[in-house]
């Protein structure tokens, strides 16, 4: 059972952050065991004084982080740590500048609604040619530098507009949550090493075919649906690969490479 514990909501640490830190530390400790239901979000909610979206956010943090699981009509429960092979780590990109103690900041370019073509009614399995879906372009800086161009898609509500406060959390999954009503319980990340197109060069200030990463994320809900995909470009000279097993891959900041 989850003990109450300090979340400063003062902080400049977001609060969903600070929970999913907060679970993340009773899972390692063993306070929460592989197996062990989590309680339900209105209960979480309730102990810390926080909304409801606030606790899924917390939530799909762990699960992409292979932490916990959710299983479609029982409740969301501990995983158990796999050990018995190594996996390339794709870090969250954000969390990993702010670990170095950087200033991090998130520039978007564009925020808009668009038809889906070809591609993406293949990458959201969809077959209306009408489907409408949100699209946002944005950079993310450290210390002033740019450091990724991303490019994002979600299925577009039309009961939900596009507000500037859905926007605090410019990753994929708080997109995904912000603007939608499914919960992204799963996601799928694919490699590949490219160089610049013409775009993306000019907009991260690099020479014409400079070497980048380009990872393309896809977000799956219960029913493994697509419910959010991106590409985000990353310098080639600032970003590098890091094998882990388990749980603890989070403590080397392996992603980086800021030197």
Do not use: C
């Given at each position: 059972?989850?003990?109450?514990?300090?979340i400063?909501?003062?902080?400049?640490?977001?609060i969903?952050?600070?929970?999913a830190?907060l679970?993340?530390?009773?899972i390692?400790?063993?306070?929460?065991?592989p197996g062990?239901?989590?309680?339900?979000?209105t209960?979480?909610?309730?102990?810390?004084?926080?909304?409801?979206m606030?606790?899924?956010?917390a939530?799909s943090?762990?699960?992409?982080?292979g932490?916990?699981?959710?299983?479609q009509?029982?409740?969301?429960?501990?995983?158990?740590?796999?050990?018995?092979?190594v996996?390339?780590?794709?870090?969250n990109?954000?969390?990993e500048?702010k670990?170095?103690?950087?200033?991090?900041?998130?520039?978007?370019l564009?925020?808009?609604?668009?038809?889906a073509?070809?591609?993406?009614?293949?990458i959201f399995?969809?077959?209306?040619?009408?489907?409408?879906?949100?699209?946002?372009?944005?950079?993310?800086?450290?210390?002033d530098?740019?450091l990724?161009?991303e490019?994002k898609?979600i299925i577009y509500?039309?009961?939900?507009?596009?507000?500037e406060t859905?926007l605090?959390?410019?990753?994929?999954s708080?997109?995904?949550t912000?603007?939608?009503?499914v919960l992204?319980v799963s996601?799928?990340k694919v490699?590949?090493v490219?160089?610049?197109?013409?775009?993306?060069?000019?907009?991260l200030?690099?020479?014409?075919?400079?070497?980048?990463?380009v990872?393309?994320?896809?977000?799956?809900?219960?029913e493994?649906k697509?419910?959010g995909w991106?590409?985000?470009i990353?310098?080639?000279d600032?970003?590098?690969l890091?094998?882990?097993?388990?749980?603890?891959?989070?403590d080397?900041?392996?992603?980086?490479?800021l030197g």
């Amino acid at each position: 059972m989850i003990e109450e514990q300090s979340i400063d909501k003062n902080s400049v640490i977001p609060i969903y952050y600070q929970l999913a830190k907060l679970l993340e530390g009773q899972i390692l400790s063993g306070e929460l065991k592989p197996g062990e239901a989590l309680p339900t979000e209105t209960e979480i909610a309730s102990l810390f004084e926080i909304s409801r979206m606030t606790v899924r956010r917390a939530i799909s943090e762990l699960i992409a982080a292979g932490m916990v699981n959710s299983q479609q009509g029982k409740g969301t429960f501990v995983s158990s740590p796999k050990l018995n092979n190594v996996v390339f780590e794709l870090n969250n990109f954000n969390q990993e500048i702010k670990d170095f103690g950087l200033k991090l900041s998130t520039t978007l370019l564009g925020a808009h609604i668009v038809r889906a073509d070809e591609r993406l009614l293949k990458i959201f399995q969809l077959d209306d040619p009408n489907t409408r879906l949100l699209y946002f372009r944005t950079v993310v800086s450290a210390e002033d530098e740019r450091l990724a161009y991303e490019r994002k898609y979600i299925i577009y509500t039309k009961r939900k507009p596009i507000l500037e406060t859905n926007l605090k959390d410019p990753t994929l999954s708080g997109l995904v949550t912000a603007n939608n009503d499914v919960l992204p319980v799963s996601t799928k990340k694919v490699l590949q090493v490219s160089v610049t197109t013409k775009e993306e060069a000019a907009i991260l200030g690099l020479g014409g075919n400079a070497p980048v990463f380009v990872v393309e994320e896809t977000l799956f809900d219960l029913e493994n649906k697509p419910v959010g995909w991106s590409k985000s470009i990353y310098r080639g000279d600032r970003y590098q690969l890091t094998g882990y097993d388990g749980w603890l891959r989070k403590d080397n900041h392996g992603g980086m490479n800021l030197g």
